[in-house]
């Protein structure tokens, strides 16, 4: 049974910094493609940030110079650290596993508040 468990968000202040985890398990995770999504009240789901199994990374410009994505694949998790947060970052944040046997999985999401 493949899990995707995300962990790491919170209320924070304008500025502040957050690292967002997901772990997988129940799958081979080191060649499958990890991408982070969010989703704000009332707006579709944006795709954010790509780590493919090589480690190539990919942003949306809208986060670019302030979101990295990185992955342990000894720990099967991948990571977004988020810096100088904004009260628009606010949202559910989803991790999405592109499996090349498998398909794809999402995980539950975690939310992500930031206050002015």
């Known amino acids: 049974q493949v899990q995707l468990v995300e962990s790491g968000g919170g209320l924070v202040q304008a500025g502040e910094s957050l690292r967002l985890s997901c772990a997988a398990s129940g799958i081979i995770f080191s060649i499958a493609t990890m991408d982070w999504y969010r989703q704000a009240p009332g707006k579709q789901r944006e795709l954010v940030a790509t780590i493919t199994s090589g480690s190539r990374t990919i942003y949306a410009d809208s986060v670019k110079g302030r979101f990295s994505i990185s992955r342990d694949n000894a720990k099967n998790t991948v990571y977004l650290q988020i810096n100088s947060l904004k009260p628009e970052d606010t949202a559910v944040y989803y991790c999405?596993?592109?499996?090349?046997?498998?398909?794809?999985?999402w995980g539950q999401g975690t939310q992500v508040t930031v206050s002015s």
């Open positions: 999405k596993m592109s499996h090349p046997f498998s398909g794809n999985y």
